[in-house]
């Protein structure tokens, strides 16, 4: 399109909508975009346009038709409007530079990444777009939120995951509170070897012991479709939780919840696998836990108060009884744990199949296959 063309076109849109001197008005516009003068404009009439060019033309055309304002006042308002953005942007990257050094001077370790995630939170944008979102004045509404939800990071270590009420797993939504353990990227490994194994089995039932916040549970539902699945936790709570999760994820079809102490309340026998990240703390290193974790994250889903084998030991000589011939059981594992718990599973004739390291190198995942042989139970 060439100049006198969008001149034209100018001309005859802001006829449309009453202007009254039409022309005039196009001609500012076309020469603030082109940035030439509006005197000289007729000597470019044969000049061709950018796609650009033209695009921020209507723009400006429509924006004056809408707002019903000549194109002087438009430009003047733009030039204010840049001008404060441009000093709120500057006042709220000092807010959150401030908020960082806050959590920092509190020992929060990412603080700039746990800052950047409250802020996003409170101006309700994603985090990895909130240095665009930082040029609107911050009310003080929100200001008061900001430092309420900093405060309960810093000085209580609140971690930021049930701060921010949702976290992800396995790229799904899901919603934490202190009712559950935040799920952790290493279960991520467990749910993957689980769905290399599932993938191949027609119609696979799953049953996951210890089931929190639904994570596991829910995405083997959803990674596999023809899977059917029930979550089981002793923790009534936790179950409200993966309850709210599985209409999140919009499961419900594949998966089903049910409170029991381990296997007392499930009466299928026919699991084709059974999946566990028990508590598996033992005692001694409760004590040494991260504030963020002990103080916070449910003392059910972390210890068994023991040696921190007791679910590992119970599940796997009782694990036979549920699953079909051939059937597997695959377990999260804490960083030192894989052999003992392998060994385990072996007494209770399970052969090892797999062990998986996590990205620390540490053997996290330990899968059996029920073997032949009943159990020596
Ligand atoms: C380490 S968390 C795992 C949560 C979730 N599966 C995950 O991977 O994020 C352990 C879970 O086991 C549950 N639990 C503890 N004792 C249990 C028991 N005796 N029977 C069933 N579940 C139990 C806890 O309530 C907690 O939800």
Redesign the pocket.
Known sequence: MKLLDILKFSEEYLKKYSFSKPRLESEKVISYVLKLDRITLYAYFDMDLTLEQKDKIKEYLKAMARKRVLFDELSKNEVEEKKSQKTFEKENQELLLKCIEYLKNNSVIDSKLDAEYIFAHVLKVRRNILSMNLKREITLKEKDEIKKLLHERAKDKKPLQYILGEWEFYGYPFKVDSR??I??AD?EILVEQCKFILQEIENPKVL??????G??SITVAKEIPTSSVLG????LD?LEVAKINRSLNKVEENLKFIK???FSNIKDKDFDMIIS???YIPQSEYEELMPEVKLHE?L???TDKGNGYFFYEKISKEASDYLKVDGYLAFEVGYNQAETVSKLMEKSKFDIIAIVKDYGGIERVVIGRKSGESSVN
């Not at 996951?208 to 916040?213: H, L, M, N, R, Y």
């Not at 089981?232 to 923790?235: G, M, N, Q, V």
Request: proline share 14%; no cysteine.
């Open positions: 559950v353990l799920p952790r279960t996951d012991i210890g089931t929190g916040s994570a596991i089981a936790d002793i923790s936790a029991s102490d381990i990240n028990p508590p449910p059910g889903a972390l």
